[in-house]
């Protein structure tokens, strides 16, 4: 089957690259799963993150700071 969104060409790349077979009700709930979160992630790459401190790095061998 043909893609025919560039969602489906990249789900079908993704696809083949790691040699993955998907039937049509599998790429079905990946393409479900991806507009469900699209209007986010559109919205977290459209926000201006330039003011933003980064997080400090976190030290998982050691109990949180209080």
């Given at each position: 089957m043909e893609p025919d969104s560039a969602f489906q060409r990249y789900v079908q790349g993704g696809l083949e690259l790691f040699g993955i077979e998907a039937d049509q009700t599998e790429r079905s709930v990946m393409?479900?799963?991806?507009s469900v979160y699209r209007p986010a992630l559109e919205g977290?790459?459209?926000?201006?993150?330039?003011g933003v401190e980064p997080e400090r790095p976190i030290d998982l061998s050691r109990a949180p700071s209080e």
């Open positions: 393409e479900g799963v991806f977290l790459l459209a926000a201006d993150l330039e």
